[in-house]
Structure formats: C-alpha cells, structure tokens
C-alpha cells in the first residue's frame, strides 16, 4: 500500500489514506510527503486533526462537515520560524510558530508521532536556513575598489578661481621690481625722462604678466595700471 510508510507510528489507515488523496493532488514537482501525525484524543476521534511534513512544506489539516471537506493551513520552511511540542498525559500539544500571524497549536498528537514530526521540522529549517545562507553569499555583491586618484601639480589658475558666486580673497600685493639702469655710453648721456619712461614701461609689462598668469584680478591690474600711467 502506498500509505504504509505513514502509519508506523499507530496512525489511522482510513484517516491517513484520506489525507494522502488530498495532499497528493497539491504536490509540487519534485515535493514529496514525509510524514503525517493524527490526532488521537482519549475518547474515540472520528475525524481527527492532523499535521504532515512534506519535503517542502507543512500542512495543518483540519476535517469540516463531517470529513466531507478540509482546511488546511500550509507554510513554506521560509515562512516557519520554529517548531515545539509539551508533552502532556494524553499525548502532546504540537505548536507551529510562523514569522508572521498566530501560532498554530494541536494537541492529542501521540508523543512518539510528535517527536519525530518536531525532529523532521527542525531538521527542515535547519537546512533551509543554511540554503538561504549560501545564497546570499553567492548573490552578495562585491564592494568596489577603491579609486585611485593620482595627485597632480594645481595650476597657477586653478589656485584662486574667481565665480560671482564666491567672495572674492584679499587683494595680493603686487610685489615692487627694479632694475639697476645700466650706465650710459661714454660720449652719451640718458635723460631723466627716458630713464623713467623705462621703469615704467617694465613696471607695466610686470603687471600684465601677473595678470595672464591670473595672480591678480582684473580690477587689480586696472587699478595699478591706471596708477602708473597717471606718472607719465
């Protein structure tokens, strides 16, 4: 018989074949049943409730209008978070305790029926805990490498960017150049005029250096130039 696997344990044949109809036709490919655990209370129990473990879920079985019809409630492993059982004087109140919602409790299940089913489950979470660990290890996603940014030499123009957004810094002195003349030829003599003249046209070419190289601003280059020209 196909059911003889299931009632090792001092099951109901007729109770157990009814179920195994039932859960039959809700097997997934590759799913299986394990187990199946009857209520047995101390008076006589017609339509007893009922727990069985497949190889990938648990099913709470319960018989409604006289075992014409039947309720189950079913979680996957991922869903369980765990299993318990009190042993009682008749028999022993098994507890299904799911991540979300009420726990589910039957009692009158035999005590030997209810260790194996708590041994069954807890070996079930334990190895879907241990899939669902390795698969996020597998999914986990590689934190990136660090970038490496090479340091380079700032530009002159880079040092002091000039936005309409940003206070403009203190003006940078323009530092004073001179340059000793050299001594007129013998039989020539250099005027006053001329020798100023020069100074002032070095002092000039100094200030628009500065200011290509963007060392100073525009205002500050027409300010300084505005005041060596007013020498002329």
Known sequence: ????KYIQDGQDVKVVEKLVDKLQDMMTPGEQIDYIALQKKPAVTILPDSIAVSSKR???CEFTKLGLATNFEI???KDIKDIAFKEEIFGSKVTVIP???ENLSIDYIPKIQARKLYQLIKGALETNKKEETKIERITE???PAPVIIEEQ???PSDSHPISEYTTPAEPTPVPSYTTAPLPPPLNEQATPVEEADDEITLKLKKLKSLFDKQLITQAEYENKKN???SQL
């Open 1 to 4: 018989m196909i059911v003889d």
């Open 58 to 60: 648990i099913f709470l």
């Open 141 to 143: 996603i590689p934190k």
């Open 99 to 101: 991540l979300t919602g």
């Open 227 to 229: 005041e060596l020209l």
């Open 153 to 155: 030499e700032e530009r």
């Open 75 to 77: 979680f996957s492993w």
